[in-house]
């Protein structure tokens, strides 16, 4: 069983905070993507569940918006407030 230790949590909270996706028109978080997972391989980490996603994706991968209930082109956050 993996253990957490607290500098761990910490530092997956910043890599979070770093990796974060936005829409590109609006600039919410909420983005789902289309994608094929192995549902065996999976880790929970703080309620949080991580599934392994298969190596062969499709090259037209779909990306939604749930704020503006359209298709979305994620960027990274930080590129979006650049761009404001």
Do not use: H
Request: proline content about 1%; glycine content about 2%.
């Amino acid at each position: 069983m993996l253990v957490l230790t607290k500098k761990m949590k910490e530092d997956i909270a910043k890599q979070r905070e770093q990796d974060i996706f936005v829409c590109d028109a609006c600039g919410s978080d909420k983005i789902t993507e289309k994608m094929w997972v192995e549902t065996n391989s999976y880790i929970s980490i703080d309620g949080e569940t991580y599934y392994k996603a298969d190596s062969c994706l499709d090259d037209d991968s779909m990306f939604w918006c749930e704020s503006c209930y359209e298709e979305a082109n994620p960027i990274l956050k930080e590129d979006y407030k650049e761009e404001e």
